[in-house]
């Protein structure tokens, strides 16, 4: 639920864990590595492989643990005027 | 080694499989096209968002076919074969988790902003977020500029990959070309083949070819890769051909620098503006359906990028050792947009895996263009004609006319522009990509600041738009003598402190929206409600 703490705290150390995540896409130790791994795999580019994997993990895990729930019922009520009622859509054009 | 010296450089007949191939493919997609029209529900809105119909597995294979396009295969192993690996680094695994991250966080609330308030177009939401006509005029031509150069990448790949595996197949006919099929033709038989499906099918027919063309070209790209490895001698026998010639393509120093490699996670930011996107959000059933697109999109950006990547440092090391020719630029030096065709050309010894290779590539491209043909579509039907009418002038019937008749005029202006190229077709794209970064500003703040004002709103347009246009001016213009950035001598890119250009107009953009906001009154609170969950 969006308006429990312990959601709120969950987002916010998803949020921390892609921080981190993303700081170590800087992988200044491998910068000048020629490093073939297996014989044909440049290290730096493995690392980097490796953190595709990681962002897809760290992208499931964030949404078995931040997912909107109540988004898709949101989506669907109707709150007054829309694009298909084009008043709603004049802005400041008075 | 020698053997690849001795087949670069022998003569081989030439043979029309290839050819014949990309002719096959292009009938499939015309045939698509004419099944999804036998799907079309005759609305403008199944036209424009597919009755947002569209379940997980379309939706991730129409939102990563459209954001993977002649950058990701031609761009990327034109870019390894300058720069080494650090081009993954730079672009791909940037991207897979910054996408993934947009998808979650930028997606899924503005499907269902347009599901709750029936918007059709990126401009239609910012118009009624920020309460202001203006800011939908100044945006639309915005955002329509920086398409345009990014179907001219695709236009450009497409003859560029053309050109290169249909060498001396004429010779009399296009002996300009060296007996290749010349950009005009390539670029003409795309945009017709691109233009009939979109036409016939809208959003929709560009999703069902998206699937299809996102399936061809990471196949193929893997079957290349597998292929163009076998043809150098195995995996190990490739790595040491770098090692031996190349070996500063297996690491970074002194090609790309270390606040280049850091700032370019702005550019990635793009998606969040692109407005072909937008509307592909928009096709979702439901929330639920972007949850596969949020997890497998890192990992297909990787199944894609990573054997390009290869490919290219490769070709950096038969190069270097006199194994590969490739074509010339202008100035002397080697098209690096051609490595990937002249790879396939060289190495791939089956014409008939040949072709379907280039069709794969042809497929990443026209996956992009379909989606960004019918969105300018969409735009310049929604946002300019319907807009400034009054209420009812048209009827759907005439609105999805308006659509094609418009669908019908990018084509064929962005065709013609694609007859005056650029000479670099992956820096092109950086510019289309930069302005569409620092844009994330708008979005974001749209989405997740109630603080946010029309004026700040407006600010940050005009702002990012002047700041843009100097910099850009700076480095195409000025080339040499650069005001405000320099080229860096080491990657050749243009550089400001540094940094990306995208990290610099991003900061600008941000600022504006920021300061000028706070220095204005807040929105009406009841207005700014509607665009908030009630938890938020």
């Known amino acids: 639920m969006l308006t429990t703490s312990s959601y709120k705290k969950k987002v916010r150390v998803m949020a921390v864990i892609t921080i981190i995540v993303a700081l170590l896409h800087h992988d200044f130790w491998f910068w000048n590595d020629q490093t073939l791994v297996m014989g044909f795999m440049p290290i730096g580019l493995l690392y980097h492989m490796l953190f595709s994997i990681a962002s897809a993990v760290l992208w499931a895990t964030t949404m078995k643990i931040a997912w909107p729930t109540h988004i898709e019922e949101w989506a669907d009520e109707f709150d007054g005027p829309s694009a298909s009622n084009p008043a709603a859509l004049q802005g400041d054009k008075k | ?536």
């Open chain 2, 1 to 536: 080694m020698n053997s690849l010296v001795l087949l670069a450089q022998a003569p081989r007949e030439v043979s029309y499989v290839p050819l014949y191939v990309i002719i096959a493919y292009m009938g499939i997609l015309l045939a698509m096209g004419y099944l999804s029209s036998r799907s079309f529900r005759g609305t403008s809105s199944d036209f424009f968002t597919a009755s947002r119909s569209i379940g997980p597995v379309l939706l991730l294979m129409s939102i990563f076919g459209t954001t993977m396009t002649a950058f990701a295969m031609i761009g990327s192993t034109a870019k390894s074969f300058d720069l080494g690996i650090g081009v993954y680094g730079l672009m791909a695994s940037w991207s897979g988790l910054i996408h993934s991250a947009i998808f979650f966080l930028i997606g899924i609330k503005l499907w269902a902003l347009g599901k709750r308030y029936g918007y059709m177009t990126q401009v239609q939401f910012f118009r009624d977020r920020y309460q202001s006509n203006l800011l939908g005029y100044i945006l639309f031509p915005v955002l329509v500029a920086l398409v345009i150069p990014y179907i001219l990448i695709g236009l450009l790949g497409a003859g560029a990959v053309v050109r290169a595996v249909t060498m001396n197949m004429f010779p009399e006919t296009f002996a300009s070309t060296q007996g290749a099929v010349p950009q005009w033709l390539s670029g003409l038989v795309i945009s017709l083949v691109v233009l009939y499906y979109v036409f016939v099918g809208g959003v929709r027919g560009a999703t069902w070819a998206n699937t299809f063309q996102t399936l061809v070209f990471m196949v193929t790209g893997v079957v290349a890769f597998l292929l163009i490895a076998k043809g150098m001698g195995g995996l190990s026998e490739a790595g040491k051909i770098v090692a031996e010639h190349s070996p500063g393509h297996l690491a970074r120093e002194g090609k790309v620098t270390h606040t280049q490699f850091f700032t370019y996670l702005f550019v990635p930011l793009s998606v969040g503006m692109f407005p072909h996107l937008f509307q592909h959000w928009l096709t979702a059933k439901s929330a639920k359906t972007f949850r596969l697109t949020v997890v497998a999109h890192p990992i297909f950006i990787m199944i894609v990028w990573v054997p390009c990547i290869l490919i290219g440092i490769w070709a950096a090391g038969l190069f270097a050792s006199g194994g590969l020719t490739l074509p010339k630029l202008p100035d002397g030096s080697p098209n690096a947009n051609a490595v990937l065709g002249r790879m396939v050309d060289h190495l791939v010894h089956s014409p008939l895996l040949t072709g379907v290779l280039i069709a794969g590539v042809l497929a990443a491209i026209m996956s992009s263009l379909d989606s960004q043909f019918v969105c300018l579509g969409t735009m310049f039907t929604t946002d300019v004609v319907v807009h400034m009418s009054k209420k009812d002038r048209f009827s759907d019937k005439q609105k999805l006319l308006i659509s094609r008749l418009f669908i019908i005029a990018i084509v064929t202006i962005t065709y013609i522009l694609s007859l005056f190229p650029p000479r670099h077709v992956f820096d092109l794209g950086v510019w289309c990509f930069t302005g569409f970064g620092a844009l994330f500003p708008l979005v974001f703040a749209a989405i997740y600041w109630r603080r946010v004002t029309r004026a700040g709103a407006l600010a940050c347009v005009v702002m990012t738009g002047a700041s843009w246009t100097v910099f850009f001016i700076d480095d195409i213009v000025y080339k040499d003598t650069s005001y405000l950035g320099k080229m860096d001598p080491g990657t050749g890119e243009y550089l400001v402190l540094g940094m990306m250009p995208a990290a610099v107009i991003f900061v600008i953009s941000a600022v504006t929206l920021i300061g000028v906001s706070l220095l204005t009154s807040p929105p009406p609170k009841e207005h700014v409600d509607r665009f908030f969950l009630p938890a938020e």
